[in-house]
């Protein structure tokens, strides 16, 4: 069960910040993996910052966040 949340909250978190970063999604699977890579990417910095997610919105915003960041830094290396 903690499996399919976990894919649920990464496609959800992938979709979130391809809309808010680039104004549409990415695809199924890219989602997916934008949202994954992105919720270990938010752990990570939240970690940094002392603070932790313990609910599923929580655990979304962080997701998010660290999706967004991720989107930002690819679009940064594309440019470059």
């Known amino acids: 069960m903690?499996?399919?949340w976990t894919i649920l909250l990464g496609?959800?978190?992938?979709f979130?910040?391809?809309?808010?970063?680039?104004?549409?999604?990415k695809?199924?699977?890219?989602?997916?993996?934008v949202g994954i890579v992105g919720s270990v990417l938010g752990g990570f910095i939240f970690s940094l910052l002392g603070l932790s997610a313990e609910n599923l919105i929580g655990r979304l915003v962080m997701a998010v966040i660290?999706?967004?960041?991720?989107?930002?830094?690819?679009?940064?290396?594309?440019?470059?």
């Not at 496609?11 to 992938?14: D, E, N, R």
């Not at 695809?27 to 993996?33: C, D, E, I």
């Open 2 to 4: 903690w499996l399919i």
């Open 66 to 80: 660290g999706a967004v960041v991720l989107l930002l830094l690819v679009r940064a290396i594309k440019r470059a």
């Open 11 to 14: 496609i959800l978190a992938g």
């Open 27 to 33: 695809g199924l699977l890219m989602n997916l993996v």
């Open 16 to 25: 979130i910040a391809s809309k808010l970063v680039s104004g549409s999604g």
